[in-house]
T-cell receptor, first 111, second 113 residues
Framework: GDSVTQMEGPVTLSEEAFLTINCTYT??????LFWYVQYPGEGLQLLLK?????DKGSNKGFEATYRKETTSFHLEKGSVQVSDSAVYFC??????????FGTGTKLQVIP | ETGVTQTPRHLVMGMTNKKSLKCEQH?????MYWYKQSAKKPLELMFV???????ENNSVPSRFSPECPNSSHLFLHLHTLQPEDSALYLC????????????FGPGTRLTVT
């Protein structure tokens, strides 16, 4: 079946540092890929998405590129802020309706 | 109210209690979902409703009973739960069952004592 593997956290960075959160997937066919973010006390929010190979999703300074050859969708941001502290979930939608989530990576940004 | 709302936000219940979680979406969506979020585990999809019809039930124990009276409301009825059922229960909706993006509520933090 479909699966998503993301790096374990927590990830602790200083403000303005470069962020990478790794995500790899296993799926049949050509899934769509997503990053969701969960801020403390809130539900998940869609951060960005990519629907086909080589697509780059971007939002709020975050980027991720759909790499079919390496089955990866790593999340990056050039300069993190304290307000980016949250849990980040990689997810894929490989078939009719079903979305498969990773375990989440907690990011803590310190001033 | 906008988006997806859930009540209560926190719930503590004994193993013999009966309680219900409520979810309401104000987005005009036709599909609604219940997820269970436990520490260090992927989100677990519990139930899916499309146009008020249950279309998926992922081997969830019968002590969890969903109800979808209309396309805007979703309930999760709880009875005789176990301590391992303690988790964050998230409700989500999407425009249709086949839509790729889901919109989540803030969740109900459930503790079973």
């Amino acid at each position: 079946g479909d699966s998503v593997t993301q790096m374990e956290g927590p990830v602790t960075l200083s403000e303005e540092a470069f962020l990478t959160i790794n995500c790899t997937y296993t799926a049949t066919g050509y899934p769509s890929l997503f990053w969701y973010v969960q801020y403390p006390g809130e539900g998940l929010q869609l951060l960005l998405k990519a629907t086909k190979a080589d697509d780059k999703g971007s939002n709020k300074g975050f980027e991720a590129t759909y790499r079919k050859e390496t089955t990866s969708f790593h999340l990056e941001k050039g300069s993190v802020q304290v307000s980016d502290s949250a849990v980040y979930f990689c997810a894929l939608s490989g078939g009719y309706q079903k979305v498969t989530f990773g375990t989440g990576t907690k990011l803590q940004v310190i001033p | 109210e906008t988006g997806v709302t859930q009540t209560p936000r926190h719930l503590v219940m004994g193993m013999t209690n009966k309680k219900s979680l409520k979810c309401e979406q104000h987005l005009g969506h036709n599909a609604m979902y219940w997820y269970k979020q436990s520490a260090k585990k992927p989100l677990e999809l519990m139930f899916v409703y499309s146009l008020e019809e249950r279309v998926e039930n992922n081997s969830v124990p019968s002590r969890f009973s969903p109800e979808c009276p209309n396309s805007s409301h979703l309930f999760l009825h709880l009875h005789t739960l176990q301590p391992e059922d303690s988790a964050l229960y998230l409700c989500a909706s999407s425009p249709s069952r086949g839509a790729l993006e889901q919109y989540f509520g803030p969740g109900t933090r459930l503790t079973v004592t």
